[in-house]
């Protein structure tokens, strides 16, 4: 599939960021992450999915983080 990276259309899953050439988001990539899912199992679920493709979101994830914003939250995050 070659190298995968982030797009946004509003037709595909309501304009969320996903990985090029697929309908999984940058949202659902990081929450597996954050809950133990290796990449490999990742790309066992999202056979469509490439190696390139979970870092790009992560990539992403990233560089929307680093923007000027307060992020307030309610409860603490481990």
């Known amino acids: 599939m070659g190298t995968q990276r982030i797009t946004s259309d509003p037709e595909v899953m309501m304009g969320k960021p996903v990985v090029e050439g697929t309908r999984i988001t940058v949202e659902s990539i990081l929450e597996e992450i954050g809950c133990g899912q290796t990449i490999e199992q990742l790309l066992t679920a999202h ?32």
């Open 47 to 78: 056979p469509r999915l490439t190696r390139e493709g979970v870092l790009a979101a992560v990539r992403f994830g990233a560089e929307a983080l680093r923007a000027d914003v307060t992020y307030p939250t309610s409860k603490s995050v481990a």
